[in-house]
């Protein structure tokens, strides 16, 4: 179990741009609403000192017309970038037929810096929405005190809290299976959903010919073979997603191997309570290692063991 750490934290992936901010939607879009006005005011701000330095370089001038007289006034009482371009191409549109000297060149360039400077400023109020990320992109998440990965079961429950629970570990195995399905046996490419993970799939490498790994192998299973997965060295931090610096991170390498026993003589089957024990070895001080209640069929609440959860009365769905 985890939460999502709201608040400021740096992103380990990038450790000198890394510092990011996560907070609910709804503060989050208070901020950027905030920021935007922001970029607003500093853009109108920006065009201030901007129109100063015109006026500034055109009253420097030796030689002063009517023409850059009017252009002073324009900046002097600018009222935002844009309307001022269309000022300066008003003046020349007055004055085009009066023969004056260079009123193209003075009058596009007075104009492209209004106009360039209004496109500017608008492109940073849209793209302030770049900011955030989308909710499945990069968070922090933390795991909860001497609660991770493990549901509290309470020791009694009423039957809608067993079915509710039963329910809980149906729709997470079923979730479980999709995105296998989804991930490892589809390739062709043409994936609808994206991967909650940092990547979508874990390097790894299968031999449908391994050797069995019963340390008895009297228990092997003649005529089949084991079946190897092992991945390739995981990184903590770009395969699992534990946010942590270069010198804190490690590499984990997993290998296991299935194989079909022989261990008809080892399974005690309750045709009363509808159950099957598997004793391969004691499992949390019970002599069974697993129990398969045979009656999942038939209620249709799909494939059950008893295993971890046995200690507090309540069989977990896989």
């Known amino acids: 179990m985890g939460d999502i750490k709201t608040g400021l934290w740096l992103d380990n992936s990038h450790p000198r741009l890394g510092w990011t901010i996560t907070l609910p939607i709804d503060d989050g879009s208070v901020l950027l609403s905030a920021l935007t006005l922001l ?24 030689k002063v017309d009517i023409v850059d007289i009017q252009h002073q006034v324009v900046l002097r009482n600018s009222a935002g970038a844009l309307s001022t371009a269309f000022d300066f191409v008003r003046i020349h549109h007055a004055w085009s037929t009066a023969g004056v000297r260079n009123l193209w060149k003075r009058t596009l360039v007075l104009a492209a810096i209004g106009v360039v400077t209004a496109a500017g400023v608008s492109t940073a109020s849209i ?107 995981l990184d903590s931090h770009r395969h699992l997603g534990i946010n942590a610096r270069k010198s804190d991170r490690v590499t984990v390498q997993i290998r296991t191997t299935c194989a079909v026993l022989n261990i008809g003589d080892r399974i005690s089957v309750d045709e009363t309570a509808g159950t099957l024990d598997v004793n391969l070895g004691p499992n949390l001080g019970f002599e069974r290692t697993y129990r398969y209640f045979t009656h999942t069929f038939q209620d249709r609440v799909g494939y059950q063991i008893w295993s971890v959860q046995e200690a507090l009365n309540f069989a977990t769905s896989h």
């Open 39 to 62: 970029v607003t005011i500093a853009g109108a701000s920006l065009w201030s000192l901007i129109a100063f330095s015109a006026h500034s370089f055109v009253a420097s001038r030796e």
């Open 127 to 233: 793209l302030t929405s770049r900011v955030a990320n989308r909710g499945y992109s990069t968070v922090l998440a933390r795991s909860l005190q001497n609660n991770c990965g493990f549901i509290q079961y309470p020791t009694s429950m009423s039957v809608s809290q067993k079915t509710a629970f039963a329910t809980k570990g149906i729709v997470e195995a079923s979730r479980a299976r999709n995105y296998a399905i989804e991930f490892y046996t589809n390739t062709t490419g043409a994936r609808v959903d994206r991967s909650i993970f940092p990547v979508a799939r874990l390097p790894m490498k299968t031999d449908s010919g391994a050797d069995c790994p019963a340390t008895n192998q009297s228990l092997c299973m003649p005529g089949y073979d084991g079946f190897l997965l092992e991945t390739e060295l």
